[in-house]
C-alpha cells in the first residue's frame, strides 16, 4: 500500500509541474484505481487583459451617463469564457444541454463545459436568474473573456 502512495505523490507532483509549466488552473484525471483533482473546481472569471479589452462586450457597467445598476437591468450579467478551449452546452454528446433559453439558473449551478487541453472545466452560474441568451454553438472555439451566455 505504501509504494502505491508513493506512486500517487510522484504522479501529482508531475501533474502539479505540468499545470505551473501550462498555465493550467484545474486539473483531473481519473482511472479505475485512482482519481487526482488539482487546482480550483470552478474557475472564477479573470478581467480581460488591457490590450484585450474593448474587444468583446463589456459586462454589467456604467456607460455614457447610465448608472451600473440600469446596465444591468437592462442587459442582464453576461458570462464569458475562463480560458481558450471549446464549448460544450452538454455533459456529453447524448446529454441534454446543462442550460436552454429560458431556463432558471442559481447561483453555483454548472452552465457549461470549456475543455481546453483534453481538459473539461465546468463553468457555473455566479447569478441567480434565466438564460436570456446563449451566444455561442456547440463545438465553438472560444477565446478568453469572450461572452458565452447572458442571464438575467
Request: with cysteine; proline share 8%; charged share 25%.
Amino acid at each position: 500500500m505504501q509504494n502505491d502512495n508513493n506512486k500517487l505523490v510522484e504522479a501529482a507532483k508531475e501533474y502539479i509541474k505540468l499545470m505551473k509549466d501550462s498555465g493550467l488552473g484545474y486539473f483531473r484525471i481519473k482511472d479505475d484505481k485512482f482519481e487526482i483533482e488539482l487546482g480550483e473546481k470552478h474557475p472564477h472569471y479573470v478581467p480581460l487583459p488591457p490590450a484585450m479589452q474593448g474587444q468583446y462586450p463589456q459586462q454589467c457597467g456604467p456607460q455614457g451617463g447610465e448608472s451600473a445598476e440600469d446596465k444591468c437591468a437592462k442587459n442582464g450579467n453576461e458570462i464569458t469564457s475562463p480560458i481558450v478551449g471549446t464549448f460544450y452546452a452538454a455533459p456529453s454528446p447524448d446529454k441534454p444541454p446543462y442550460v436552454t433559453v429560458g431556463k432558471q439558473v442559481h447561483k453555483g449551478d454548472v452552465l457549461f463545459i470549456i475543455e481546453s487541453m483534453k481538459l473539461m472545466n465546468e463553468v457555473t452560474s455566479e447569478f441567480d436568474g434565466v438564460v436570456a441568451e446563449i451566444m455561442v454553438e456547440d463545438g465553438m472555439t472560444v477565446e478568453f473573456g469572450q461572452p458565452i451566455m447572458r442571464i438575467e
